[in-house]
């Protein structure tokens, strides 16, 4: 990778990748690595991206997702300090229901991978470097996007320009380049809160994956490896929280935080400590009505934000990628204009349906165990208890936990781009 100083001069590329985040940043390399000539422009610097203060999130990645980060050499940074997510626990406040998914039923390998943002971005930033075909500008940003007939020009605001085939908006939730293409979205807020910190317990937690639901919403316990040299006792939460008693539970001290954690969490692994920050995130859906439009596609959280409850997210942006890359490389193949309303049709039908279906599961999901209503919950805990008993719906479930379910792309299923 070129890091690009200020004033750099322009640059022919192909592709133009405007945020270079967790999707972007993946995005570059999957086109870098196959020889595509590519410019990743954020604002943000990366080494800010790479300090423990910047984002405590940690995130499952699915087994399908962690064979896109092999294929495009990713993953060996990442390797050993991911959590394989062994079990599955799903469980719902006092009820005695519950629903356990062991991946020896699905096959030998496991669920997926607890992998800390910070980390993979690290093992990104790492692989970018060994990339000569990918040019970042960062911190900078577009100043104006021209997007013509046959190709779009970028003017940054450090002066440099870039001409390129395609534009890809990796921009997040808050998209510049998605609302300055007049892409209208579908937006609504959970009114809750995702409470974000790193836990460390007396015991080990097996690599089992809970999901405990409550009232307020979801509470995870997710399974990290932890230190070398005791592996296993530290967990990432996620416990989301109504919106309007967020900030108060933030404001805790740390006696207070921790016995209102305690009391969510129980006692099953042993005595906690929290250890490191703590963060709140504002809890929304996202869908943008087209993720295409002309010489520019959309892809990760800038074309769909959902609820972390399935801790899908992530999962959907690398999928996006690993589709995106391949239309991509097909066309390019073919001697095809690669920015061609034809090639950028073909990623939108293929991601439209997934992401659609993701967006509404776990829409559901929330709004089906996130209360207190009693019908709900004896229909909740009936539905436990059922799937347990069902190997085959089991393992449909544990396949689509896996991210094997689908029109799956290349590198999805261990084939090259
Ligand atoms: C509490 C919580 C837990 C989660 N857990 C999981 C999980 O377990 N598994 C999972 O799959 N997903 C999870 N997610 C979702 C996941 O974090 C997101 O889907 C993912 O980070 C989106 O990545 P992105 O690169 O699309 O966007 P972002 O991470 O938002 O990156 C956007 C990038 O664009 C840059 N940028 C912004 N504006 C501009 C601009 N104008 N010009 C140039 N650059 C710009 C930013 O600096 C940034 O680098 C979770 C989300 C939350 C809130």
Redesign the pocket.
């Known amino acids: 990778m070129k890091k690009m100083p200020i004033n750099a001069a322009s640059q022919n590329a192909e592709v133009l990748i405007?945020?270079?985040?967790?999707?972007?940043?993946?995005l570059a390399i999957a086109l870098g690595q196959a020889g595509v000539e590519t410019a990743v422009?954020?604002?943000?610097d990366p080494q800010d991206?790479l300090d423990a203060g910047f984002?405590g999130?940690?995130?499952?990645?699915?087994l399908a997702?962690k064979r896109v980060l092999e294929g495009l050499k990713i993953w060996p940074a990442l390797e050993k300090d991911a959590a394989p997510i062994k079990d599955i626990r799903v469980s719902e406040a006092e009820s005695l229901f519950f629903l356990h998914y062991d991946h020896k039923e699905a096959g030998d390998e496991p669920f997926g991978y607890?992998v800390e943002?910070r980390n993979m971005r690290k093992a990104l930033f790492h692989r970018l470097r060994e990339l000569d075909t990918v040019r970042l500008y960062?911190p900078?940003?577009?100043k104006s996007l021209e997007r013509r007939n046959d190709g779009v020009n970028a003017s940054l605001v450090s002066g440099a320009k870039i001409n390129a085939r395609l534009s890809v908006g990796?921009?997040?939730?808050?998209?510049?380049?998605r609302d300055a293409a007049g892409i209208a979205v579908t937006n609504w807020s959970y009114k809750q809160s995702?409470i974000?910190c790193t836990v460390r317990h007396e015991y080990c937690h097996d690599f089992v994956a809970n999901e405990h639901f409550l009232a307020a919403g979801p509470f995870?316990i997710?399974p990290l490896m932890g230190g070398a040299k005791n592996p296993g006792h530290c967990s990432s939460l996620?416990w989301t929280e109504r919106t309007g008693l967020a900030p108060s539970i933030m404001a805790l001290d740390e006696a207070e935080f921790l016995a209102e954690l305690k009391s969510r969490f129980g006692n099953f692994l042993g005595e906690l400590e929290v250890i490191g920050p703590k963060?709140c995130?504002p809890?929304s859906l996202q869908f943008a009505e087209r993720t295409i439009d002309k010489r520019l596609a959309l892809?990760?959280?800038?074309?769909h934000?959902?609820h972390?409850i399935?801790?899908?997210?992530?999962?959907?942006?690398?999928r996006d990628v690993a589709a995106l890359a391949e239309v991509v490389l097909d066309a390019r193949r073919l001697g095809l204009d690669i920015g061609e309303g034809s090639v950028l049709e073909r990623y939108q039908r293929w991601r439209r349906f997934d992401n659609t279906l993701m967006l509404g599961m776990t829409d559901g999901l929330n709004r089906l165990f996130s209360n207190d209503i009693k019908p709900l919950r004896l229909a909740r805990d009936l539905g436990m208890a059922a799937v347990n008993q069902m190997p085959p719906l089991k393992k449909f479930f544990m396949r689509h936990a896996m991210g094997l379910v689908g029109d799956l792309p290349r590198l999805m299923r261990n084939l090259p781009l």
Do not use: E, F
């Open positions: 405007i945020g270079g985040g967790l999707v972007g940043a993946t422009v954020d604002t943000q991206g984002d999130r940690a995130s499952a990645i699915a997702t607890m943002n960062a900078d940003a577009v990796c921009d997040g939730r808050a998209s510049k380049t995702g974000v995870a997710l996620v963060w995130y809890l892809a990760g959280d800038a074309a934000a959902m972390p399935a801790g899908q997210g992530l999962n959907m942006g690398l």
